[in-house]
């Protein structure tokens, strides 16, 4: 059976199936641990499995990894839950590790009883310093050999007890195995904290590694998907399967994936909270911030992710991907579904002298010239508009082609003109540009001044028939490619002064009928999106990228 594979992942799986494994029995999970928000790498692994089972046409589990009361909250259960749908995928069942608590509990009495796992009353600290180094055989704990009787007596009062004891619960493996996973790893731990599903029933909670492949084993999963930091962890995931699966025709295979690292970005749940806890960003949707919910709030869709990470690719080592094919992939899209409008950002007036004074003209302009069913609409033009300040100069050198004295450019989708003169204030700012029109020149009206070729063409709004947009110009949190790749400097000494602008401006009225979530492109300006803190009265755009990469001139 010959079966098209794209990256190395969907090879193993084929592999199998050409081995013999019965389709039927392909089985994938997505395993968040809901102590924050998703962020763009674990974007990455959502598109990977949710992508396998829309492939083999096989079931994927949402199963939360709840196994830490300290830092865990419902909160982040049900927006992890919004952003995979958003991402436009549905799991099949929705899991909790602690749904499992009972059954890991009684599979670890079991390797007690078989003399597997013991108590240890050391510390932490004490623990880690007696498992050496790869290089130098650990040393055993002294409670090592105790009794199957002592550990199972003891054990028991770890499950109940509400003192300030700290006893764990370690596997019995290997002292000396170069795989420091693999010297004696502790499975459980006290830890006297209300969980969000479970309460005060447990005051033990089993660690990662214990709880991870238990769980995919009891869901029948058979390909079980983790980040390339887990890959010295996969002989202690088969060894814990190991103990339980004796009987079962399916052990679940564990593989490794590159993580999705972005530069520019962090995804460090730690470090993301910092930020927040910090106040240098406004929560975890704050739009500069590489989480599901901050790029949704900037205006970036599903499908540019998922197109991000096709086109980025599945590989087996770390790499970083370059962010600008991230800002590529929105743009590509949005350039596709966008409509375009008018708004003006740093306004100046503009009055066409020789324009009637209480005309009001409705011109007739694309929504999107990509789209031929996007259909059209109508903006008001009158003798008085704004411009964008940085399209006049006074004094314009010669290869300026915006507005200037004496020169012309068309108003797009309107007629040409030509500056004459301006109005200063007593500081020397222009407050006023004033010129004249063509009126044989109006755009479309197949006039022989309409086909005259300018080369300068400016976007401009009404100064009359408008509505106040307030406008967050956002850009790249960080000023290196690599904020936390230097562990002697602190990440926050990269943080990007300019991150965050806003500007209050001035766009077409059509843009009152907004709603939260809205793409633009603002012409000449970029891609912007309706905040979820717009009001009728006031709309609030967000940028979502500019319409080139500007960071590309800086490098």
Not at 298 to 320: L, Q
């Amino acid at each position: 059976m010959e079966l098209e594979s794209n990256n190395f992942i969907e090879q193993i799986i084929n592999a199998d199936l050409q081995k013999g494994m019965n389709p039927n029995k392909l089985k994938f999970r997505f395993p968040p641990e809901p102590n924050g928000y998703l962020h763009i790498g674990h974007a990455k692994a959502i598109c990977l499995n949710f992508g396998l089972g829309e492939k083999y046409k096989a079931p994927v589990n949402l199963r939360f990894d709840d196994t830490n009361p300290e830092a865990e909250e419902e909160e982040f259960v049900n927006a992890i839950k919004e952003d995979i749908q958003w991402l436009g995928f549905q799991w099949s069942n929705e899991c909790y590790t602690s749904d499992y608590f009972q059954q890991l509990y009684d599979w670890a009495i079991q390797l007690i009883k078989e003399g597997k796992a013991y108590v240890d009353d050391q510390d932490s600290e004490t623990i880690v310093e007696q498992r050496k180094t790869p290089f130098e055989q650990g040393i055993n704990s002294p409670y090592r050999e105790r009794s199957v009787e002592e550990n199972l007596r003891l054990f028991e009062e770890m499950k109940n007890d509400t003192s300030d004891v700290k006893r764990v619960l370690r596997a019995k493996i290997d002292m000396a195995s170069p795989n420091m996973n693999m010297r004696d790893p502790v499975m459980y731990r006290m830890l006297n904290k209300p969980h969000h599903r479970t309460g005060n029933a447990w005051k033990i909670y089993p660690m990662y590694d214990w709880a991870h492949g238990e769980s995919d084993f009891i869901e029948g999963i058979s390909h079980s998907l983790c980040s390339i930091e887990f890959e010295n962890h996969r002989p202690l995931y088969n060894w814990y399967l190991e103990q339980v699966s004796e009987e079962s025709d399916l052990t679940p295979k564990q593989r490794e994936f590159a993580r999705g690292n972005v530069s520019y970005m962090i995804t460090s749940k730690r470090k993301l909270k910092r930020l927040i806890d910090e106040n240098i960003v406004n929560g975890w949707d704050d739009p500069r911030l590489a989480t599901i919910s901050g790029l949704r709030r900037r205006g970036y869709t599903p499908e540019s992710i998922k197109t991000f990470w096709e086109k980025a690719g599945i590989s087996k080592r770390d790499n970083v991907i370059d962010i600008s094919l991230l800002e590529y992939a929105i743009r590509d899209h949005l350039n596709a579904i966008a409509p375009r409008v008018f708004a003006v950002l740093d306004p100046v007036k503009l009055i066409i002298e020789n324009y009637p004074e209480n005309k009001t003209e409705y011109l007739q302009v694309e929504n999107n010239p990509e789209d031929e069913n996007s259909g059209e609409r109508e903006i008001p033009f009158t003798r008085e508009l704004y411009i964008e300040r940085e399209d006049f100069m006074e004094d314009a050198p010669k290869k300026f082609f915006r507005l200037s004295i004496g020169k012309e450019v068309r108003l797009k989708g309107a007629y040409i003109i030509e500056a004459t003169r301006v109005e200063k204030d007593e500081n020397g700012k222009i407050t006023c540009i004033y010129a004249k029109y063509d009126e044989e020149s109006k755009s479309g009206s197949g006039t022989e001044a309409s086909q005259r070729r300018v080369k300068g063409t400016l976007h401009w709004v009404s100064a009359h028939e408008n509505i106040p947009i307030t406008v967050n110009l956002y850009d790249r949190l960080f000023t290196e490619e690599a904020p936390d790749g230097n562990k002697d400097i602190d990440f926050l000494n990269f943080i990007n002064p300019n991150s965050l602008e806003v500007v209050q401006g001035f766009g077409e009225p059509s843009l009152a009928e907004a709603k939260p979530g809205d793409r633009f492109q603002f012409q000449r300006l970029g891609y912007f999106v309706a905040d979820k803190d717009s009001q009728p009265n006031q709309m609030i755009f967000n940028r979502t990228v500019a319409l080139r990469d500007n960071w590309a001139k800086k490098k």
